[in-house]
């Protein structure tokens, strides 16, 4: 199993939105892929708490996929690269980090 987590730190106003508003906007449309991507297992999106650091980045998602090849599927479907597409006009930063499972761990 491969589990794929993404950290975004949102611009301030981008695209005429708050940052709020486009973590919210990021989050329906990421967790809107889960019916429409066979190979996401899992998705989980959370923004941060309000009463969090201020260094903390905005927006968390945590996929689960079978592996690397269903990852690359779940990346290069149009659905997922027209949130992604969004996302790059709001974010000023992104973190991101891939890793295996063992199955029976």
């Known amino acids: 199993m491969i589990k794929h987590i993404v950290f975004w730190q949102l611009e301030e106003i981008a695209e005429g939105k708050s940052k709020a508003e ?5 989050k329906e449309g990421l967790e809107g892929l889960k019916d429409r991507i066979p190979q996401l297992q899992k998705i989980e999106v959370g ?5 969090a650091p201020q260094s903390n980045y905005d927006v968390a ?4 996929l079978a592996s690397m090849a269903d990852l690359d599927i779940y990346q290069n479907h149009p659905d997922h690269k027209a949130v992604a597409a969004y996302i790059g006009k709001v974010k ?3 973190v991101a980090v891939d890793y295996e ?5």
């Open 92 to 94: 000023k930063a992104r």
């Open 22 to 26: 486009n973590a919210r906007i990021i």
């Open 61 to 64: 998602l945590y996929c689960e």
């Open 47 to 51: 923004i941060n708490h309000a009463d």
């Open 101 to 105: 499972v063992d199955a029976l761990n």
